[in-house]
């Protein structure tokens, strides 16, 4: 984490008591994602959706627990939740992006970064 801007994130504790920071989304990411999504979804509608959903979770988490992500890990970033938790994370995405009401989890904006 050294060298790293320090930004404000939210703090989402899921059900399962996991602990997830979630950078605010912006255009930029969602325009991004998109672009990604749509490049491999073609013309299936219902599989762009679910892809535009995982990238800007790749874009948008920080840390998981105490587990700071890297590059890698978010290109697997499905392989850190089960599918409730996936489904919560992703519901409060969808709350940041103004798309959706927050669910049954808990979220505060906290400090991350070392600078």
Do not use: H
Not at 74 to 91: H, M, R, V
């Amino acid at each position: 984490m050294e060298n790293q801007e320090r930004i404000m994130v939210s703090k989402v504790t899921l059900t399962s008591k996991k602990v997830v920071l979630v950078r605010e989304p912006t255009v930029e990411d969602m325009e991004l994602s998109t672009q990604v999504a749509g490049s491999q979804a073609k013309d299936n509608d219902a599989y762009l959706g679910m892809l535009l959903q995982k990238e800007m979770l790749k874009k948008l988490v920080v840390q998981i627990d105490e587990k700071v992500l890297t590059n890698s890990d978010k290109e697997q970033i499905s392989k850190f939740f089960t599918l409730a938790e996936y489904g919560q994370i992703s519901n409060f995405i969808s709350t940041l992006m103004g798309t959706q009401d927050q669910g049954n989890f808990q979220s505060e904006l906290v400090s991350f970064g070392s600078k």
